[in-house]
């Protein structure tokens, strides 16, 4: 059984920063990608950054510049550094792992405040 255990998210001003962590347990073949997803009230869930497995980083438009990915493959962890942040980036935001399957974090909240 795959378990992903994320940390970090809560409350924060605008232009503050945030650090989101998300651990992997349990087995599953080698991981092919990485990444975060967010979902905002009312929105659908979108893609905010990954990892593949060949090391190439993406990022949604409205993050570049502010957010960066991570990864240590060694503790199957994946990290999210969020600076400058938004009132707009406010979201419950999951990480995800692709290793056969695909496996998600319970989600973590993350609020901004004007």
């Known amino acids: 059984q795959v378990q992903l255990v994320e940390s970090g998210g809560g409350l924060v001003q605008a232009g503050g920063s945030l650090r989101l962590s998300c651990a992997a347990s349990?087995?599953?073949?080698?991981?092919?990608?990485v990444g975060w997803y967010r979902q905002a009230p009312g929105k659908q869930r979108e893609l905010v950054a990954s990892?593949?497995?060949?090391?190439?980083?993406n990022y949604a438009d409205s993050v570049k510049g502010r957010f960066t990915i991570s990864r240590d493959n060694a503790k199957n962890t994946v990290s999210l550094q969020m600076n400058s942040l938004k009132p707009e980036d406010t979201a419950v935001y999951y990480c995800y792992f692709l290793a056969g399957s695909s496996y998600w974090g319970q989600g973590t909240q993350v609020t901004v405040s004007s």
């Open positions: 349990g087995r599953f073949f080698s991981i092919n990608a």
């Open positions: 990892i593949t497995g060949s090391g190439r980083i």
